[in-house]
């Protein structure tokens, strides 16, 4: 069977006006109008509050945040509380689970699984943790997971930390983990990594986790 992925890489792009690009892909994935599509993205400083999220766990008031140029977000997700900034790859994959997997665990479980054979490409021993959701290096954190699923279709997806500036994560408690630690790519193999390479990388896995066959390039667009 013939499967089709759609992947755009769209940059840097502010968190909002990305949030309405998969919101347009995914109405339009629901109408059968639009093929399977994995976006890339960074985002600028932004820290993003999922349905379970709870406020505690943002250190400093959001007016304060704003004032330092930092967005904070509610969004539709599943999860707590975290961190996106430049340096960190955002994948959010719009696909029909109707046509793969009627299965959100199984979802989750193949999301982690994609970017635990991303870090052993590198060399490091990457794996899951019992109780969390996300990608683990020992007690350090290298990739949050966060999705929505709706009539079958996916949104909102991961952030794979390569160069992210850690330090930023500091002003929560990640995903509302207390007793946890946050990880990058640049931090474990001591040394920038290049985000294209990653990317391809990221690509690769996914679509032998997911059984893509056929890969499309598609071009940034901005919301209908």
Not at 61 to 78: A, M, T, Y
Not at 116 to 137: C, F, N, P, Q
Not at 147 to 157: A, D, L, N
Not at 189 to 204: F, G, R
Request: with cysteine; proline share 3%; net charge negative.
């Amino acid at each position: 069977m013939s499967r089709k992925l759609v992947v755009i890489d769209h940059g840097l792009v502010e968190y909002n006006a990305a949030w309405d690009i998969q919101r347009d892909v995914f109405s339009k994935r629901t109408q059968g109008a639009a093929d399977d599509h994995l976006l890339f993205f960074e985002h600028p400083n932004t820290y993003t509050l999922g349905k379970t999220a709870s406020k505690t766990n943002l250190i400093g008031s959001e007016d304060f945040l704003r004032e330092n140029g930092f967005s904070v977000v509610d969004i539709d997700r599943g999860g707590d509380i975290t961190y996106h900034g430049p340096g960190q790859i955002v994948g959010y994959p719009i696909i029909s689970l109707t046509e793969w997997h009627q299965d959100a665990h199984l979802y989750l479980r193949s999301l982690e699984e994609v970017l635990i054979r991303v870090s052993e490409e590198y060399g490091l021993s990457a794996g899951r943790k019992e109780k969390y959701t996300g990608v683990w290096i020992g007690e350090r954190k290298i990739a949050a997971i966060g999705i929505k699923i709706s009539r079958w279709v996916t949104m909102h997806g991961f952030a794979f930390n390569v160069n992210t500036n850690l330090d930023l994560f500091n002003g929560i408690i990640p995903c509302g983990i207390k007793d946890k630690d946050v990880t990058s790519l640049a931090r474990e193999l001591n040394n920038t990594t290049d985000m294209k390479s990653v990317k391809t990388l990221i690509l690769k896995h996914f679509a032998e986790v997911f059984g893509y066959n056929t890969l499309s390039s598609g071009y940034p667009v901005t919301p209908n």
